[in-house]
Nanobody, 125 residues
Framework: VQLQASGGGLVQPGDSLRLSCAASVRTFSGWTMGWFRRAPGKEREFLAADFRSTGSTSYTDSVKGRFIISRDNAKKTVYLQMNNLKPEDTAVYFC???????????????????WGQGTLVTVSS
């Protein structure tokens, strides 16, 4: 399984950005997809997840209302729409996948078995 994240870049505070993560899996709809990030000097943290195309999503409190996770099963791609970006959103963003994860572990990075390479998002004026 390979995950290819893209879409990072340098933006100004208040801007929007959409990250993409393409997965090389056979039945994408059966996979739980998550987004995480690692800010400078901090540990990697959970942001959002989409549970096996059930329509169930979950977000960490710091991005609720600003970030939206979505997926296109035909394209085998998960997206993270990020709005009203702030300097504290500066980080390397990772996508992750699992086809065995249970719902109660959505926020647990150890529950994800495959990771993308990361894409850098810098929010600065």
């Amino acid at each position: 399984v390979q995950l290819q994240a893209s879409g990072g870049g340098l933006v100004q505070p208040g801007d929007s950005l959409r990250l993409s993560c393409a997965a090389s899996v056979r039945t994408f709809s059966g996979w739980t997809m998550g987004w995480f990030r690692r800010a400078p000097g901090k540990e990697r943290e959970f942001l959002a997840a989409d549970f096996r195309s059930t329509g169930s999503t979950s977000y960490t409190d710091s991005v609720k209302g600003r970030f939206i996770i979505s997926r296109d099963n035909a394209k085998k791609t998960v997206y993270l729409q990020m709005n009203n970006l702030k300097p504290e959103d500066t980080a390397v963003y990772f996508c992750a996948a699992s086809n065995r994860l249970i719902y109660s572990t959505l926020h647990n990075q150890n529950a994800y078995h495959y990771w993308g390479q990361g894409t850098l998002v810098t929010v600065s004026s």
